[in-house]
């Protein structure tokens, strides 16, 4: 059974880093599309990177753009969330979640790691 385990999460200040992983329990980048969404407080849960099953291709929200870098590293069965340049609204819960190659719908999801900016 797929499990997702999401650490990196934790107080930072604004303009600062911080990089989340997201473990797999199998090897899931061959069949697999792992996604980053979050939620903030009072807020509906929204995407915010991906990277598909095979090659390099990513998708960003609009608003991370430029800012978060998602990548894999299929060694360590791990996918990264690299946040630069980080705002306050930016805080939330972030979630990895990973979608079988056959399939529209996000299956899996890890249980979330808590992100806050300070101003």
């Known amino acids: 059974q797929l499990v997702l385990v999401e650490s990196g999460g934790g107080l930072v200040q604004a303009a600062g880093s911080r990089r989340l992983s997201c473990v797999a329990s199998v090897r899931i980048f061959s069949q697999y599309s792992v996604g980053w969404f979050r939620q903030a407080p009072g807020e509906k849960r929204e995407f915010v990177a991906s990277?598909?099953?095979?090659?390099?291709?990513?998708r960003y929200e609009d608003s991370v753009k430029g800012r978060f870098t998602i990548s894999r590293d299929y060694a360590k069965n791990t996918v990264y969330l690299q946040m630069n340049r980080l705002k306050p609204e930016d805080t939330a819960v972030y979630y990895c979640?990973?979608?079988?190659?056959?399939?529209?719908?996000?299956?899996?999801w890890g249980q979330g790691t808590q992100v806050t900016v300070s101003s």
């Open positions: 979640a990973a979608r079988y190659v056959a399939s529209t719908e996000w299956t899996y």
């Open positions: 990277i598909i099953r095979r090659g390099s291709a990513t």
